[in-house]
């Protein structure tokens, strides 16, 4: 089992910046890829971003390109989602999740999810 613990939602104004953290545990996170989704109200929950959490590369939502950064650090054994210029459609709930894997392309899968973390963008 994995354990995973999101933190650092809240309300930002249009143009601001904030940073989710995930916190994950219960297993070797070596061979696997951590994701960030998210679902906004009356919409279906959508693929953000992912890592291979032994390095290498990213994969990101277009609408998020440019503007998001995921990293992982394996000494916290955390996974990072740092959003800059937000806009207010960014508001939703965030979601991180787990699947096992060596490549972050796939967005179906994920095995594991975080409780979220709410992120509301004001214009």
């Given at each position: 089992q994995v354990q995973l613990v999101e933190s650092?939602?809240?309300?930002v104004q249009a143009g601001g910046s904030?940073?989710?953290?995930?916190?994950?545990?219960g297993r070797t996170l070596s061979a696997y890829v951590m994701g960030w989704f998210r679902q906004a109200p009356g919409?279906?929950?959508e693929f953000v971003a992912a890592i291979v959490w032994s390095g290498g590369p990213t994969?990101?939502?277009?609408?998020v390109k440019g503007r998001f950064i995921i990293s992982r650090d394996n000494r916290e054994n955390t996974v990072d989602l740092q959003m800059n210029s937000l806009k207010p459609e960014d508001t939703a709930a965030y979601y991180c999740a787990a699947k096992r894997g060596l490549a972050p392309w796939g967005i179906?899968?994920?095995d594991y999810w975080?409780?979220?973390?709410?992120v509301?963008?004001?214009s």
């Open positions: 650092g939602g809240g309300l904030l940073r989710l953290s995930c916190a994950a545990s919409k279906e929950r994969n990101y939502a277009e609408s179906h899968g994920y975080g409780q979220g973390t709410q509301t963008v004001s």
